[in-house]
């Protein structure tokens, strides 16, 4: 279900783009300075696990919501998880940075980034914070380079890394008991 919703997104982003633009500007995804945008990408989504990272151990909520986020991705393989952080990253990046930021503004897609990703309980503030966060980096990121090839490599960075490790958690806690729950002798 969400890499429907993500594909949808990615297509109305497309869409959007495609009818502000006279036709879809291409170079926003294949620019001539690629070679310069994936390490700054990858640079991007490496400061913001740095900063997922320390936010875990610090914050009251932070192991917490690592937790529930690992029941919702329980059960995935890595080829799934990097599947999904793909089309995730390059979806919402072509959806807010792409469509809404192009047309409202950096302050209106990160607010919006941020309010789509809440969760039941207090536990998930801490979740769209990192969002608004995220969302901020990665939308300076295409005011900078002017479009949005660093911005995806980013998301896609974070995604993946995160996503794998929640996956991987649940599976070896899964591992380390028996059928009924109970820890294997």
């Known amino acids: ?3 429907s919703f993500y594909l949808v997104l990615a ?3 497309g869409i959007w783009l ?3 633009h006279d036709g879809f500007p291409i170079q926003w995804l294949a620019p001539g300075t690629w070679w310069q945008e994936l390490p700054l990408g990858a640079l991007a989504g490496g400061a913001l696990l740095s900063l997922w990272h320390l936010g875990r151990r610090v914050l009251p909520h932070g192991a917490e919501l690592e937790e529930r986020l690992a029941e919702v991705v329980r059960g995935l393989s890595g080829s799934e998880t990097f599947a999904l952080a793909l089309l995730s990253g390059f979806g919402e990046e072509l959806f807010f940075r792409g ?3 192009d047309t409202f503004g950096l302050a209106a897609a990160t607010v919006l980034f941020a309010a789509l990703h809440p969760g039941p309980g207090r536990t998930f503030y801490l979740w769209m914070i990192f969002a608004a966060l995220a969302g901020a980096l990665f939308g300076a990121l295409v005011l900078w380079r002017g479009n949005l090839l660093a911005a995806i490599v980013g998301h896609v960075t974070v995604n993946a890394v995160n ?3 929640l996956a991987e958690r649940k599976r070896l806690e899964s ?4 059928p009924a729950g109970n820890p294997e002798p």
């Open 1 to 3: 279900m969400a890499w």
């Open 11 to 13: 297509i109305a982003g």
């Open 18 to 20: 495609a009818s502000r």
């Open 99 to 101: 469509a809404v930021q």
């Open 163 to 165: 996503l794998r490790q």
């Open 175 to 178: 591992a380390d008991t028996g």
